[in-house]
């Protein structure tokens, strides 16, 4: 069974919105990892946040984790039509197992 | 240094045939993973190998479907029998280690006619 689920399945916003998206998961984890796949292309990891981390910067990224809740979120300031991808979720339970992924679409 | 190559990059078979779907990983990564992609759909976790450990294989959707590992390297994936509801994009990643940042490779697209 999926290890992380991804909420919301899909989100449209315009050029210089945030985007906020939502994983959550099943088991205790040592790490959780968020990646985008733009499309017809492979996955490419965006950041790790490791379970004793509540907050992680990269750039426009923004991660939280909150591991009572067992639940994390993505936030993408600023948003570009280069954004346009699905964003997944990752734990490192057996291997790191996927949710379905948000598609997000940022219109110009 | 190389990143993650799959091959054939594409591929088309007619179903009932046996195909062979090769991953070479970063060079030193111990955990190799597979995964599938159906059009529009989330990725789907098939096998998983770390190191010398057995296989994890509870993603294999059926007996159809096995992969190997040789020399801690180089993997396989073989698809026997093909049906159509194999079609999909294959997907191989490896990591230094079990939970790191996984690298993926740009998939091998198969098509079972």
């Known amino acids: 069974s999926q290890q992380g689920e991804e909420d919301p399945q899909a989100l449209s916003i315009q050029e210089g919105e945030n985007a906020t998206m939502n994983c959550s998961y099943k088991t205790s984890i040592n790490n959780l990892q968020w990646y985008r796949q733009n499309s017809g292309r492979g996955l490419v990891h965006l950041i790790l946040i490791r379970s004793n981390e509540r907050e992680k910067h990269s750039g426009r990224l923004r991660v939280t984790l909150d591991t009572s809740k067992k639940s994390s979120s993505l936030l993408i300031t600023a948003s570009r039509a280069a954004d346009t991808a699905s964003y997944f979720c990752a734990t490192d339970y057996a291997g790191g197992i996927f949710g379905k992924g948000t598609t997000l679409s940022v219109s110009s | 240094g190389a990143g993650v190559s799959q091959s054939p990059s594409n591929k088309v078979t007619e179903k009932g045939k046996d195909v062979e779907l090769r991953c070479d990983p970063i060079?030193?990564?111990?955990?190799l993973y597979w995964y599938r992609q159906s059009l529009g759909q989330g990725l789907e976790f098939l096998i998983y190998f770390q190191g010398n450990s057995a296989p994890d294989k509870s993603g294999l959707p059926s007996d159809r479907f096995s992969a190997e590992r040789t020399g801690g390297s180089v993997s396989t994936l073989t698809i026997q029998r093909t049906q159509q509801e194999d079609s999909a994009v294959y997907l191989c990643?490896?990591?230094?280690?079990?939970?790191?940042?996984?690298?993926f490779g740009p998939g091998t697209r198969l098509t079972v006619t």
């Open positions: 060079s030193g990564h111990t955990a």
């Open positions: 990643a490896s990591s230094s280690y079990e939970g790191y940042e996984q690298y």
